[in-house]
């Protein structure tokens, strides 16, 4: 069973700090994407960042920037210079079935901006 | 462009009554999925169309839960009778299938309180 583990339910982080939110996974997909996605207080569900498993290249957008250890099955997210908009739920997820988008979330980590 | 497309925002009934959620995903997306979202389960994979077919039902808690997709531009979600445990928020997303970058695209919500 696909199995995406988020184990901060909570982390808080200083305005312009750095902060870095932890996800393991389990899967037997041999080709697989991973996602970080926001959720923040409007409740829609956006894409922060998407790491293809065959890349070794770490994906990056703008602040934001994964770890990806292939072996370790870890996908941390980093948020550079945190903003007072960067506070909301994040959620790992990663697809299974073949890309069809089947996604499976971990629990998410709820993330705190402090001015 | 119009994202995804859920109505209603916010449905409370009571229990026993029939609950459904509406969905209209992203033009020329041909897969569609339904989470739902609690507080202690997460997101939760409902179930999946590809081209207006159910391709996995497996996540429908139960015989109470329908969905149907009868063209390519709307989906249903019901719930009847509906049980206070159905209270939660329910997603709709949609996505382009294939070998494709995976990337689901989310509709803001239904939350559903069942009294």
């Known amino acids: 069973a696909q199995t995406v583990t988020q184990s901060q339910p909570e982390m808080s982080v200083q305005e312009a700090e750095t902060v870095t939110l932890s996800c393991t996974y389990d899967?037997?997909?041999?080709?697989?994407?991973l996602f970080w996605y926001k959720q923040p207080p409007s409740r829609q569900m956006i894409l922060v960042i998407r790491?293809?498993?065959?890349?070794?290249q770490n994906a990056t957008e703008n602040r934001f920037s994964v770890n990806f250890q292939k072996a370790a099955k870890s996908f941390s997210l980093k948020i550079s210079d945190s903003q007072l908009g960067d506070a909301a739920m994040y959620f790992c997820?990663?697809?299974?079935?073949?890309?069809?988008?089947?996604?499976?979330f971990g629990k998410g980590t709820k993330l705190s901006v402090k001015p | 462009d119009a994202g995804v497309i859920q109505s209603p925002r916010h449905e409370v009934t009571e229990m026993g009554q029939e609950v459904t959620l509406r969905c209209k995903p992203i033009?020329?997306?041909?897969?569609l999925f339904w989470y739902r979202q609690t507080m202690m389960r997460g997101l939760e994979l409902l179930i999946y169309?590809?081209?207006?077919?159910?391709?996995?039902d497996s996540g429908m808690p139960e015989d109470r839960f329908s969905a149907k997709m009868p063209n390519a531009s709307f989906s249903t979600l019901k719930i009847q009778p509906s049980e206070p445990r159905d209270s939660a928020v329910y997603f709709c997303?949609?996505?382009?299938?294939?070998?494709?970058?995976?990337?689901?695209?989310f509709g803001e919500g239904s939350r559903l309180t069942v009294l």
């Open positions: 997820a990663s697809s299974y079935g073949g890309s069809q988008g089947n996604l499976i």
């Open positions: 899967t037997s997909e041999s080709d697989y994407y």
């Open positions: 790491q293809e498993a065959y890349k070794q």
């Open positions: 033009s020329g997306h041909n897969s």
């Open positions: 169309f590809n081209n207006n077919v159910p391709i996995d």
């Open positions: 997303a949609s996505s382009t299938s294939g070998r494709g970058t995976g990337e689901l695209f």
